[in-house]
């Protein structure tokens, strides 16, 4: 899958660092120290049984990239409409966009740029915190479950699929 996410921080980086074993990910965060140090040396993932280092993509700027296959938006949740409205052009037909965000409401959000049959909304129960720039701490995992706002939502069953085979149990 061709995979974006909105939002470079500790959630953001430990998505994107996993889903990208069997994905093409692109990081995209306004942080240019941030963004350079991902470039530079990846991310690297600190696991109670030692680092493991990805290699996704990491921009700044998507004004080359393609529609996507997902957007996983992790940015502040006030940073949403905004992230979303800058990035719309990676948004097409076919595009899911998913929030794995805290709290309520973001399905609101979303609705503002794709189809309720476009809409995925979820949560987590892995954590994550930021060490440094590029290197973050995976401190908690579990189940990740999601749902579509409406349909038969058969492209769920391949998305949680892939999660799950990036390491993370999606149901």
């Not at 998507?62 to 052009?89: C, G, H, W």
């Not at 579990?142 to 349909?151: A, D, K, N, R």
Request: with cysteine; net charge negative.
């Amino acid at each position: 899958m061709n995979i974006t996410i909105l939002g470079a921080g500790a959630m953001g980086s430990l998505f994107g660092g996993y889903l990208s074993k069997n994905n093409h990910v692109w990081l995209v965060d306004v942080n240019e120290n941030r963004v350079g140090t991902i470039r530079a040396h990846g991310i690297r993932v600190r696991e109670a049984d030692g680092d493991r280092v990805f290699h996704p993509a990491a921009v700044t700027n998507t004004q080359d990239l393609e529609p996507m296959d997902l957007i996983i938006v992790f940015v502040k949740a006030m940073y949403t409409v905004q992230a979303l409205r800058e990035n719309s052009r990676l948004i097409g037909k076919d595009t899911f966009l998913m929030t794995l965000q805290n709290g309520t409401g973001h399905e609101a959000k979303l609705l503002q740029f794709a189809s309720a049959d476009h809409v995925i909304i979820g949560s987590t129960q892995h954590n994550s915190s930021i060490i440094e720039e590029g290197y973050v701490n995976h401190g908690g995992s579990g189940e990740t479950y999601i749902g579509i706002l409406e349909g038969d939502g058969a492209q769920l069953g391949q998305i949680a699929e892939n999660f799950t085979s990036c390491g993370f149990d999606c149901s």
